[in-house]
């Protein structure tokens, strides 16, 4: 049966491979798809299927118009070597839950999973919809994102990259990262001005219409990777099956028993997928939603309203820190009762005044989830707690889950077994990581703290590291905010 998808704000639908293409609905609203499918292959033979397998047993039930060849096409192209371990995504034992570690891609943290696959998905829907078009990604980058999206679109054929970050408003190895990257269709550009002004100067080149035009007669147009693309959530939908089979294979469940779930969360992206993978029958019971000081979630799981006028707190977790968690709306939606109208309603609200507030029937639908944070100073105290008892070094990000988790088991004393999404490698946040360790290591240079924390975890340094320490900057474009569509059309020979 063919999945559609169709907007969250009305009842515009289209087919799976157009709605990777528009990305966002043209109304302002997130493609959703129509039912949820179900899982269609017998849970216990999930068990001896390797993560490609697994990836294509879930996405097929989600992209119904790619061919198997197609779609296979683009997850072979995706989950190879640019993934330092075969199992692409490993479940590791310890402190008493299972950390799926979701940082063995290209940039060492989890938007890796999707956007190694995003680029492919982004051709074949293309191709499919007969545009001929060489597809042209910009992005604006606050440092984490645009690294991943150049190394997932690098040398993929009918695609250029154009990424532009705040020159000075990254950290030094993210700017690194970025200015190394290789592929003749990449381009990196630092802006004299903030990430906001890199957003705006993005958005309002995407809207330009006269150099639509002229892109459209060079053969080119514009799209998004955004994280709301539907191409976003469907490929992380796949690794919590993933770490259900191979619990079963290591005998660490019955099959059929429920688990937890626990996610370190910012835009609601990757525990969305965790719920989805939850409707299409796979055993999860609680969702585990975990914050850092910036608790907008958790409060809106506690009370049922959600409200951005707040104090925007930077933190040691700082993919986590954000206000507006897009993904959010496609929840919303759902408890709804799929009722395009009245979530319109509530995100005009959220446009306008910056909150909504849900109805009691609406919160009731919301029993799956548990909503908890951790503080700065939590954070920091469990990720050294987890070192001294286990050995195990956690990245900053996936502590605040770890933070959580242990709230919720003390809260509610449920002991059933818990699979934490561990988002990034310490090694990328290695001075947070280490400074919660021992103090001591704050006066050490970036590169030292990655040696230093190599040998206390036992752990190789990754590639990823490894590469940056050595390489050469191969982009070196600065400019104006006032200059980005110019910088767009000399990159593009228009
Ligand atoms: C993006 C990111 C998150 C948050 O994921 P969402 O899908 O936005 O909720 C958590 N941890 C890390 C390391 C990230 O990069």
């Known amino acids: 049966m063919e999945v559609m998808y169709k907007s969250t704000r009305s009842d515009q639908t289209v087919t799976a491979s157009q709605a990777i293409l528009k990305g966002l609905a043209s109304d302002g609203g997130l493609f959703v798809p129509v039912t949820l499918p179900k ?15 697994v990836a294509y047993a879930v996405m097929k039930e989600f992209l119904t118009d790619f ?67 060489d597809i042209v990604i910009l992005t604006a980058t606050s440092g984490d994102t645009g690294k991943a999206a150049l190394a997932g679109f690098a040398d993929v054929e009918h695609t250029k990259i154009i990424v532009f970050y705040p020159k000075g408003g990254v950290s030094p190895i993210q700017e690194k990262q970025m200015v190394t990257q290789k592929g003749d269709n990449t381009f990196v550009v630092g802006i004299n001005g903030n990430f906001d002004q890199a957003q705006s100067g993005v958005k309002a080149i995407f809207g330009n219409k006269e150099l639509e035009k ?52 910012g835009n609601f992206g990757n525990i969305l997928a965790a719920y989805y993978a939850k409707n299409m029958g796979l055993p999860i019971d609680k969702l585990i939603c975990a914050s850092n000081d910036n608790k907008v979630l958790y409060d809106f799981f506690t009370t049922g ?21 897009s993904n959010l709306e496609r929840l919303i939606y759902k408890i709804a009762g799929c009722d395009d109208t009245k979530n319109k309603e509530l995100m005009t609200s959220l446009n306008t005044t910056g909150k909504y507030d849900i109805t009691d029937e609406m919160k009731s639908e919301l029993v799956d989830f ?35 988790y242990k709230k919720y088991k003390e809260e509610t004393n449920d002991n059933t077994k818990a699979v934490i999404a561990s988002t990034a490698s310490p090694f990328k946040f290695t001075r ?63």
């Not at 590169?447 to 975890?457: A, I, Q």
Request: hydrophobic share 35%; with cysteine.
């Open 39 to 53: 899982l269609n292959v017998n849970i216990e033979d999930l068990k001896d299927m390797s993560y490609q397998e």
């Open 67 to 133: 061919t198997e060849e197609e779609l296979k096409n683009c997850i072979n192209k995706a989950y190879d070597k640019k993934f330092d371990t075969e199992e692409i995504a490993p479940l590791v034992k310890a402190d008493g839950a299972y950390y799926l570690e979701l940082f063995h891609g290209p940039t060492i943290a989890f938007k890796d999973m999707a956007l190694s696959i995003l680029p492919h998905l982004l051709i074949t829907s293309a191709k499919k919809n007969n545009i001929k078009n």
């Open 214 to 265: 002229e892109m459209n007669e060079a053969g080119y147009q514009f799209s998004s990777a955004n994280s709301i693309n539907i191409g976003r959530l469907v490929p992380q939908v796949v690794y919590y099956v993933y770490a259900y089979s191979k619990l079963l294979k290591e005998g660490e469940i019955e099959n059929g028993e429920k688990i937890n779930v626990v996610v370190p969360t």
């Open 305 to 325: 309203s959600y409200d951005k006028n707040r104090e925007f707190i930077l933190t040691t977790s700082p993919s986590m820190d954000i206000l507006i968690s």
């Open 370 to 404: 548990y909503g908890n944070y951790a503080t700065e100073k939590e954070t920091a105290e469990v990720i050294k707690e987890i070192y001294q008892q286990t050995g195990y070094i956690i990245d900053t990000h996936t502590a605040v889950a770890a933070k959580v």
């Open 432 to 494: 947070s990581v280490m400074n919660a360790i021992d103090d001591k290591y704050d006066s050490k240079g970036d590169f030292e703290l990655v040696d230093e924390l190599s040998k206390l975890g036992n752990v190789k340094v990754p590639n990823a590291i490894e590469e940056i320490r050595s390489a050469n900057p191969l982009h070196d474009t600065v400019c104006e905010v006032n200059e980005m569509e110019a910088v767009v059309k000399k990159f593009l020979g228009i």
